[in-house]
Every structure is written in structure tokens, then in C-alpha cells.
């Protein structure tokens, strides 16, 4: 069975902001995320995070599995969704709050 | 309440400062994650789903109106305006910078507070029951020892590096408000036939994914020789609790693996080494200068009978309801226990924001009360009250939100943080117990229905003692999407029982559904003044079991 797509994520060690990897450095929200079709380049950006995890940046990089439909992400797993958004109790906090994105569960 | 020495203050001072330089060493990166995430565990930082989260110790649920005060300043100056209290008597906030922590312990440390021993494997936060030093049923006031525990426990070396974490509650009274007999280790108070005071030890409760009732190690253990007794439990749990597996690391396996009997005679043996040596005996002046501490409030000769609470009830149906829900027998005449129900109609089980802090610091003020608890049912109780006072408290909780009349009652539910918040979390929590309160919304309803604890957990780890609630609800992921088992018949009380699973479980959009399902059938069969929990015990799960799957396709 074809893998599907991921994203590597982290959080930000100074504020644990959630982060996702997108072409050499990171951003913070989910719609910006770098999509990567296969395992192997997955697995080379993973191993590249490392460098930022050295460099005091990041905390914690992994990948997460995510399908693309009509141009947006979506993650599989619902614990990426409501990373990705804030707590569905709370949409006044977190990235969700900021208009940026927000998904429903 | 508790004042700390200069001790306690330099020890308090001084963490924070190591701390300090342990998070400069991290982000210097002379420390890596690996070797610094230890550390800001022992200073109660956790990194979670959207952020850091500090979680502060309430030592025995008790604050000042000073500390309140602090812990607003916190919500406001460093969090997103609001704190959670948890089942633990603690207060989590859940967004905090790591570049800030530092300056939030150093504010902390003002008021006498921490966040030491709110995670890693050592003695956690003491708890005690809420209604300590206010009930009319209790034996003696557990703070104390509570305290005193808390004095021993904090960086015991021999303790600081345990198989598991461990958790110690202390009650005072019969009726067990601390959930005793699902900890690690509790102290109750009891007195014995010659009328002496003393302290009955269990050990080998818990929780999470393997739950267990506590059996007694010790029937009756002198008060001075408390210290001696719990520090040989510990012994034998240090030497003999399985390091090898984290989920077979905690005392409840040791207790069940031994055999309580059997454990008993370890703990026995070594109680007796450690008196031999007789360097735990806590001294009579000692507990006698920690009990001070403690001593309640000058309380005012009062009549039982209020006639301004007596007005206000035959005035205003709703302080009416609320009295009769939310008011407890204190123990002096005139005086009244007041849960503050941190569970409105539809909102997050045991938030409060920095302004409904404040505002309670400036109630707390305003009629002299020195104190609030903090309830490992995520609500807050003011614990001596007079009773003429109520109506303006009940006017003024009203216009905070602050006035939910549910204590008790099916819609005050215990959750965890879930999903929503927590990393270990399979299934969110917190939207579970809005939708229940909102279905169970109507107030004739609830108290036609009558006590009826529902807990709810987002994970096996049971945060939210799903297995000690008369109906328990845990969250689980199945192939990404949540779904919820539904257990009757807990009891977190003296009657201590773990719930027992009812069948599959619901969808999100179905659990609301089963739970009502199963009230009803509890309504239709009750007998009497018969609780949920007695019905559920006396006719079995059978029938409940029916009616909540009633329509489903498989067979029961």
C-alpha cells in the first residue's frame, strides 16, 4: 500500500509553539506546512530537523500522515487536527484564534 | 493555613533559582531536551498538545485569597487569562512560555507556592478531603499531616527516584471526600475503641489502566509514629516495585502481586527496623506546632437559625435551590460550607478565569474568609461561612458565573483535560461533559435524579477516575475516530468500587444518548430513595445494559 502524504512537525522550544517544517525553516500554521508525498523524502527532512533540534530551535520534530483533498490538508489523526487548530473547546485560543485555520472534528 | 519557615522559603528560593539556570543552560544548549526535560518535570512542566503546561501544587487544596490573587496575576500576565484546576487539587496553566517560567516561579514563591513533585516519579502533591477543619463529621482536621507528609516527602532522597510516580491523600471524617482507597497510599483518621486518635494506612489503590481499591497495611498506627510507617511502605514499594515495565511499576501491582497479607508482613518488618532506630518519630511539640498552623478561624457564637437566610430562601427560588445543593453542615452553628461549582451549564469542567480568581480573593475579603479549597472534583469550596452571609455570597457568586446549583449532582462532572489539551490523550473529554450538563441541563431533573457522579477520562491513565464514577466514561481512539465505554457502579467514596465495563463503545454523537438512557432506566427502577449507585449495585448491569444498546444490531 502506497504511504500517504506527511508533514513534520515540532514544537518551538522557547514557547512550545506548534511548528511544521516547510523548505529549510518552519512555520506555524498547518496550511504552510511542507506536503511530503513519499517515505524517503519524509524520512530526509525528518533527519534534517535534526539540525534545528542541535541549534536550540525545535523540540521534539516528527512526521504525521495527512490526505490532500480540494488543495487543503487534512491530517489523519485527530490529535494533528486539533494541534493544528487549538482545543475545539476554546476556538478564542490557539492558531485557530488567529482566523488561520480552523477544521471540524 | 500553613506558613512557610525560613526553611521552606530558602529551599522554595532556591529551586527556583537552579531552575532558572537550568532553563538559561537549555536554551544556551548547553543542556539537551534529554537531559533537561527531568528537570522541568520536577518543576512541574510538561510539554503538551499546543504548548508548555505548569501545573502548581495546592498543597491539601488550601489557598489564601493572597495566592489567588497570585494565581490570576499569572492567568493574566504570562497564560491566556484562566487557569485549570484538576482532580489533584492542583491548578494547571496551559500556556505557558518556557522562557517564562522562571519569573512565574519566582512570583509564585511570593506567596509561598510551587510547582515541585507535580510530575516525575517521587511523592506527588499531598491531597486532603476539601471539607478538612469545616466538616461536622470529621475526626480531627487531616492538614497536618498531610503537611507534615508533604515536609517529609519533599526531595526525601531515599524517595526522589521511586519505580512510578506516587500519590498520597489524608482524610479526616468517615465519609471519604478524598477518594482514599484509590491512592497509592491514604491516611484516614480514625479513633480507636479506647477513644484515641490514630491513622488507618492503605496502600495499592489506583487508577489508570490496571485500577485497584487499596487494601489496609495498617489498622491503627500512632501519631507519632506515622513517618516511621509510611517510610517503611516506601521501602518495601523502592526495593521490591517492578522497574522493568511502566505499567506494572506502580504499588498497586507490588500490593496485588504480593498479596495484602503478605505485604502487610513486609511492611511490618520493616516498620519495626525503622523504630528500632527511632529516628522518624515525629515529636508530639512538632505535630502540636504544625497543628497550629491549622487551628480554624475564631468562629462566632451564632445561633444554628439564620433569619437572613431564612428570608432569602422563602424570597428567591433560586438561593433556595442553590443552599439546598450547594451548602454543607459545618460544624460550628450558624456557619455553612459552600461548594463553588466550577461547572456551569455547558463549560469546561474546573476552569476559572483571572478574573473570577480575583473577584473570589475580593469575596474572600470582603466576609472575612480566610480560606478556599480546592476539591479533586474540580470545584472550589469556601469552607466557613456564616450562614447570614450566603445570600450576598450566593448574589455576588451569581454575577461571576460562580453560582451553578449542581454539587453532586449529575451535571457536576470530573473530566480531564483529553484531547483537547492533553499529549497522552486518545479521545477528547471535555466536549463529552459539556453536551452531558447540557442535556441534563434542567435543574427539577437533576435533583429529581439526584447524587449521580459522572467522570470522564481521554485516556487508560484515568485523570478523570472514570473507574470510580457511578457512571464512568473513557475515551479511546478506534482506528482514528473516539469513541467512549460507558462503566457503572464506581464509587470513588467510602464505598470504594471500580465500575465495571458496560459493552462497546459509543460514537461521539451516541454516548450522550447511552448515558441518558441509562438514567432513565435507573428512574424507572430506583427503589425508594435508592442513589443511581445503589440501584446499579443491586440489580446488576444487566438491565442498564439493555436499554443502552437497545436497537443496536450485534447481541448482547
Known amino acids: 500500500m502506497a504511504s500517504l502524504p506527511q508533514i513534520l512537525t515540532a514544537n518551538r522550544l522557547r514557547d512550545g509553539d506548534v511548528v511544521y517544517w516547510r523548505g529549510g525553516s518552519w512555520v506555524t500554521s498547518l496550511a504552510d506546512a511542507e506536503v511530503f508525498p513519499d517515505d524517503p523524502s519524509a524520512e530526509a527532512v525528518l533527519k534534517a530537523a535534526d539540525a534545528f533540534v542541535k541549534g536550540r530551535e525545535v523540540v521534539n520534530p516528527y512526521l504525521f500522515d495527512v490526505r490532500i483533498a480540494a488543495g487543503e490538508i487534512k491530517p489523519v489523526k485527530e490529535r494533528e487536527i486539533i494541534r493544528a487548530a487549538g482545543p475545539t473547546v476554546r476556538p478564542d485560543l490557539g492558531k485557530q484564534s488567529l482566523g488561520k485555520w480552523a477544521y471540524d472534528v | ?556
Open chain 2, 1 to 556: 493555613m500553613y506558613r512557610y519557615d525560613e526553611f521552606d522559603a530558602r529551599f522554595v528560593k532556591e529551586r527556583v533559582a537552579q531552575f532558572r539556570y537550568q532553563v538559561e543552560r537549555r536554551l544556551s544548549g548547553e543542556l539537551t531536551e534529554d537531559e533537561f526535560k527531568p528537570l522541568r518535570l520536577m518543576n512541574g512542566l510538561y510539554l503538551q498538545l499546543h504548548a508548555y503546561m505548569l501545573r502548581i501544587a495546592v498543597p491539601y487544596g488550601t489557598l489564601s485569597a493572597r495566592q489567588l490573587r497570585m494565581l490570576a496575576h499569572i492567568a493574566r500576565k504570562y497564560d491566556k487569562g484562566y487557569g485549570h484546576f484538576t482532580t489533584r487539587q492542583n491548578i494547571q496553566f496551559n500556556w505557558p512560555k518556557l522562557v517564562d517560567v522562571p519569573d512565574i516561579l519566582d512570583d509564585l514563591a511570593t506567596v509561598e507556592m510551587h510547582a515541585l513533585q507535580t510530575s516525575g516519579n517521587c511523592i506527588r502533591n499531598v491531597t486532603a478531603d476539601h471539607f478538612a477543619g469545616a466538616a461536622a463529621d470529621e475526626i480531627e482536621d487531616p492538614r497536618p499531616i498531610a503537611e507534615i507528609i508533604r515536609q517529609w516527602s519533599s526531595l526525601h532522597p531515599e524517595f526522589s527516584y521511586l519505580p512510578r510516580k506516587f500519590k498520597i491523600a489524608v482524610g479526616g471524617a468517615a465519609h471519604d471526600r478524598a477518594a482514599l482507597k484509590f491512592h497509592d497510599v491514604a491516611v484516614e483518621i480514625v479513633k480507636n475503641d479506647a477513644g484515641e486518635t490514630g491513622y488507618r494506612v492503605y496502600a495499592g489503590g489506583g487508577m489508570g489502566r490496571t485500577p485497584y481499591v487499596g487494601h489496609v497495611v495498617g489498622d491503627f498506627v500512632a501519631k507519632t509514629d506515622i513517618l516511621a510507617f509510611l517510610e517503611a511502605v516506601m521501602r518495601v514499594y523502592n526495593q521490591s516495585g517492578r522497574r522493568d515495565n511502566i505499567y506494572k511499576a506502580r504499588i498497586k501491582i507490588l500490593v496485588n502481586a504480593l498479596g495484602p497479607e503478605e505485604m502487610r508482613r513486609q511492611v511490618e518488618r520493616e516498620f519495626a527496623e525503622i523504630k528500632t532506630g527511632g529516628t522518624l518519630e515525629v515529636p508530639a511539640e512538632e505535630i502540636a506546632r504544625i497543628t497550629d498552623y491549622f487551628a480554624p478561624p475564631k468562629f462566632e457564637p451564632l445561633s444554628d437559625a439564620s433569619p437572613e437566610f431564612e428570608a432569602a430562601r422563602n424570597a428567591d427560588a433560586n438561593f433556595r435551590a442553590w443552599s439546598d445543593i450547594n451548602l454543607s453542615t459545618h460544624r460550628a452553628p450558624g456557619y455553612s460550607i459552600v461548594t463553588i461549582s466550577l461547572k456551569p451549564i455547558g463549560g469546561v469542567p474546573g476552569d476559572a478565569s483571572h478574573e473570577q480568581l480575583d473577584a473570589l480573593a475580593d469575596l474572600m475579603d470582603q466576609f472575612g474568609i480566610a480560606e478556599i479549597r480546592v476539591s479533586h472534583e474540580q470545584n472550589l469550596v469556601l469552607p466557613h461561612v456564616r450562614k447570614k452571609d450566603l445570600p450576598a455570597i450566593h448574589t455576588r457568586l451569581a454575577e461571576l458565573g460562580l453560582a451553578t446549583a449542581n454539587a453532586g449532582l449529575v451535571t457536576d462532572i470530573i473530566a480531564c483535560p483529553g484531547l483537547d489539551y492533553c499529549d497522552l490523550a486518545n479521545a477528547r473529554s471535555i466536549p463529552i461533559a459539556q453536551r452531558l450538563s447540557e442535556r441534563f441541563a434542567d435543574l427539577k431533573r437533576q435533583r429529581d435524579i439526584g447524587e449521580l457522579k459522572i467522570k470522564i477520562s481521554g485516556c487508560i491513565n484515568a485523570c478523570g477516575h472514570h473507574h470510580a464514577g457511578h457512571i464512568g466514561i473513557l475515551g479511546v481512539d478506534k482506528k482514528g475516530v473516539e469513541f467512549y465505554q460507558l462503566q457503572l457502579g464506581g464509587s470513588g467514596a467510602e464505598d470504594a468500587s471500580i465500575g465495571e465495563i458496560l459493552g462497546p463503545g459509543f460514537g461521539e454523537h451516541e454516548i450522550v444518548d447511552a448515558v441518558e438512557r441509562v438514567v432513565d432506566t435507573y428512574l424507572e427502577k430506583r427503589e425508594g430513595s435508592e442513589r443511581f449507585l445503589d440501584t446499579v449495585r443491586r440489580l446488576g448491569l444487566e438491565p442498564f445494559k439493555e436499554r443502552a444498546y437497545a436497537g443496536w444490531a450485534f447481541h448482547i
